[in-house]
């Protein structure tokens, strides 16, 4: 039986990460003993319910950062994800001695001696779009606060080569091809559920819009898209399934489609539904 280290911002939904974190923790847990490392506390049952799993807390060991790593960040007024990244990696390489594989779902990392697998959905070293930047902050701040968190957590290019590096799309892929100059072997995110057939006739003639309420996902732009598609195709329908994240967003997002009866929001659904 092998010790894998998952390193993990949060296990917690929402999140397309952290659901491929956790189904790696439940495709492990019957041939490994696990330990992940993680900010956040860990609610099993919640997990399972939003991702589909059937994870038990006897399945792996849950190791927090430490306070002292913490407790600065409850002081700021922003999350400083990247920055959280990069302590946590410091952490993760005083501990990876310990284990026999080191595996991530968060992106690229460095472990420094370590090799380890990296399951990337967006690689970090990669220029955000404009478009994303426009609603956070100026291009050339973020720039710098890329540049210092990397100074920070003494991030290595050769060492984030040298894992084994996974895609979860072929696009992602060539973005980290074109980025670090490595092949990413693409394994698509798993989706949980049974899926049965209906026949056309009985289908809605509309789009589902699957994601969180986060600026980053472009609700106000999927809605767009969809109006304009009814210009030609009036019956066309929108549904937004969407869980909670930004408060201010999904006010922004609810007031938007309030005047348009061919929109609709669901929120905190659960998985059957």
């Not at 001695?97 to 690689?123: C, K, L, M, S």
């Amino acid at each position: 039986m092998s010790r894998v280290l998952l390193v993990q911002p949060s296990l917690q939904p929402p999140g397309g990460g952290n659901g491929v974190s956790n189904w790696m923790l439940q495709a492990l847990r019957d041939e490994h003993e696990i330990t992940a490392l993680t900010w956040q506390p860990t609610d099993v049952e919640a997990i399972n319910r939003y991702y589909g799993t059937s994870l038990r807390d006897s399945d792996f060991t849950v190791r927090r950062l430490s306070a002292s790593s913490r407790w600065p960040f409850r002081l700021m007024p922003t999350p400083l994800a990247h920055l959280r990244r990069c302590v946590m990696l410091r952490e993760a390489r005083r501990i990876a001695d310990g284990f026999d594989v080191v595996v991530t779902a968060h992106n690229e990392a460095d472990f420094g001696r370590r090799r380890a697998i990296q399951y990337v959905h967006y690689p970090w070293t990669y220029p955000r779009p404009a478009g994303d930047l426009r609603w956070y902050h100026p291009e050339l701040l973020v720039d710098a606060y890329y540049r210092g968190c990397a100074w920070f957590g003494d991030i290595d290019f050769d060492r984030l080569r040298a894992n084994v590096t996974l895609a979860n799309s072929a696009w992602t892929a060539r973005l980290v091809e074109e980025r670090l100059g490595v092949e990413a072997r693409v394994l698509n995110p798993p989706i949980a559920g049974d899926f049965p057939e209906s026949p056309w006739p009985e289908r809605v003639d509309g789009f589902v819009c699957l994601g969180r309420f986060s600026r980053e996902k472009r609700l106000g732009m999927i809605v767009e898209i969809v109006e304009r598609v009814r210009a030609s195709r009036p019956g066309v329908v929108l549904s937004i399934v969407a869980s909670r994240d930004d408060l201010e967003y999904e006010q922004e997002i609810r007031e938007l489609v309030r005047d348009r009866d061919w929109a609709t929001i669901h929120s905190g659904l659960a998985r059957d539904e």
